[in-house]
């Protein structure tokens, strides 16, 4: 009885979190949609680092939706830990930590050429 109430919160909780997942998606497409949108009305253009700023505030956000959606499947994992659910869950975690890992990489690079003494700006 005690295990099974355990397994059914769980489940809750998980499904909470992946809904905290798809909320931080949705509302981080929409802000990048409008930014992107106001990119393009404005006149004269704005440079090409106004554009990937708009891209790389999405991915951060994607990165943290990530998490999210890790720690979901983490939780499903934790009642139901056949060995199936386990090889899954070390397939879902290995995708998103190789997802997670490119992008950050990608925005030390954005934040190392933004700082760099050719933008005139302290390299710390």
């Given at each position: ?14 499904l909470a979190v992946e809904g905290a997942a ?5 509302v981080a497409a929409l802000e990048a949609t ?37 720690a979901a499947d983490i939780l499903r994992t ?47």
């Open positions: 009885m005690m295990e099974d109430l355990f397994k059914a919160w769980t489940g809750w909780i998980a798809a909320l931080v998606i949705a409008f930014r992107a949108l106001s990119l393009f009305v404005v006149r004269p253009p704005k440079p090409d680092s106004a554009k990937e700023a708009v891209r790389l505030r999405l991915a951060r956000w994607l990165a943290v939706a990530l998490g999210f959606a890790l934790a009642i139901a830990p056949g060995w199936e659910e386990i090889g899954k869950l070390a397939a879902i975690a290995a995708l998103r930590t190789a997802l997670n890992f490119f992008l950050q990489r990608e925005i030390e690079q954005h934040e190392a050429r933004r700082q760099s003494p050719d933008s005139g700006q302290v390299v710390g």
